[in-house]
């Protein structure tokens, strides 16, 4: 198969992205907007772009049957999701198949079943990965007390079809449960349509590391090493790291055996993640896994000198990988840090106008943004607005770059979250790689509150 032009089926930083590779690749690109972004920069750096409909995403970038029906018309060859919105919808990705377009991504059986966190715990279990204790089945509101003794509290509530921290809750007690697990399957429901409700083991002091694998569709798997993402706020990353300051060579191995033999065992291809939690002895547990490109796929990049998204598209394609595990090694480290329109002690969004927008620059400073001065941030869309990456040859020199360039950037008009960066990553427990998902509630929280 030959790709010529690909319509990206998404919007901000991510589409800039995908069409910066596929300018390298000599590939067209073709941008879709809503009437809320019309002018940011993406629009104007594909070759065609085309709007979708007004700002809410039910009236444009989760409208299917238009980004499809856009595609035929302008004459795509494939669809590149990006990461949310329809990236990870089964029904899409048949749509895509059904109209005769290469979806960038998995087939629509393997996303399906993925997607469904009860049926990825079964497969995964299946195929000799270790899961977190818990249930593997959908919990009723009649006999959730009783389950959640037999696991013991405190246990971690979650939606079977949840995504970014939605439908996720730590319960303590059964006082605490019977006030929360109604709540959270009616917004599992509105959200994803699906309010099946499970239960699984809080893990102590837990790590939140994640494998990169890519498979093509010739039975060829590699992975490209871990990232550790355990700074966390309200279960979304901010800031995360390439490779984990707190995992052992032996460990890193093993998880990487792991990662690939599971995506092997359901017939995975494309880029794709394996996402754990790591406890302090170094027993990992499949979290879930993630069957798109992250938005922190940067920094694997950064440490392995490998362009995902051009892997991503020969996949798609149909060529085989050009690489094989042994071609690949760990360079340096990278950390990323996620800049949002946001309070950074409340975490509640910051819309409004930005009047100013300098951004840093440097040596091994790298900025994904799509932000201008004048651009208006709206409520519509996820409040991240950039992704600062910074790389080093030592963790070290890549904390220090980090610093630095988050301390010069000029954001005005709004609220951002930069405050909360620079103090997390200049805290003692971070500088020493001792974090884990407790790290904004137990040290920064703390500390901004005095």
Request: some cysteine; charged content about 25%.
């Amino acid at each position: 198969m030959v790709i010529k032009k690909i319509l990206i089926a998404n919007r901000g930083e991510i589409a800039a992205r995908v069409i910066r590779t596929c300018k390298k690749m000599n590939i067209k690109t073709v941008a879709v907007y809503s009437e809320a972004d019309a002018s940011l920069s993406y629009v104007g750096m594909a070759d065609e772009s085309y709007l979708l409909g007004p700002a809410h995403v039910n009236e444009s970038y989760m409208k299917a049957d238009k980004i499809i029906e856009t595609a035929k018309e302008c004459g795509a060859d494939a669809i590149h999701p990006g990461y949310g919105f329809l990236s990870e919808n089964s029904s899409f990705v048949k749509k895509c198949e059904d109209a005769g377009l290469i979806f960038i991504g998995p087939d629509a059986k393997v996303m399906e079943e993925m997607g469904d966190k009860i049926k990825a715990r079964q497969l995964m279990e299946k195929a000799g990965v270790p899961v977190i204790p818990g249930t593997n089945r959908a919990v009723s509101s009649e006999e959730m007390k009783e389950v959640a003794t037999s696991i013991g509290y405190p246990i971690m509530l979650k939606a079977s079809a949840g995504g970014g921290g939605i439908g996720m809750q730590v319960v303590n007690s059964d006082e605490e449960l019977e006030k929360v697990f109604e709540s959270n399957a009616k917004r599992a429901e509105q959200f994803f349509g699906n309010g099946d409700m499970f239960m699984e083991k809080v893990i102590e002091r837990a790590r939140h590391i994640e494998i990169q694998i890519m498979a093509d569709k010739h039975g060829n798997v590699i992975h490209l090493f871990e990232r550790d993402c355990s700074v966390q706020r309200r279960n979304q990353k901010v800031i995360e790291e390439a490779p984990s300051p707190f995992l052992s060579e032996k460990t890193r191995e093993k998880m990487g055996k792991v990662a690939k033999k599971a995506v092997k065992e359901i017939g995975y291809s494309n880029a794709g993640t394996i996402e754990f939690l790591v406890d302090e002895d170094e027993s990992f547990y499949f979290l879930e896994m993630n069957t798109r490109i992250q938005v922190e796929h940067a920094i694997t990049e950064e440490i392995t000198d490998q362009d995902l998204i051009e892997m991503q598209v020969n996949v798609a394609a149909g060529k085989e990988l050009a690489i094989k595990q042994e071609d690949l090694s760990i360079q340096g480290h990278a950390i990323e840090a996620r800049i949002y329109a946001e309070d950074p002690l409340r975490f509640f969004p910051s819309p409004g106008k930005i009047t100013t927008y300098k951004a840093p620059k440097g040596e091994h400073v790298r900025v994904e943004t799509v932000i201008t001065e004048g651009i208006e941030i709206t409520p519509f869309y996820d409040p991240m607005i950039s992704k600062l990456i910074v790389w080093g040859d030592t963790r070290e020199v890549a904390l220090q770059r980090m610093i630095e360039a988050l301390e010069n950037y000029d954001i005005q008009g709004i609220k951002t979250n930069i405050p909360m960066l620079i103090d997390s990553i200049q805290h003692e427990a971070f500088v020493n790689g001792n974090v884990t998902t407790s790290f904004v509630t137990e040290h920064y929280l703390p500390m901004v509150q005095k």
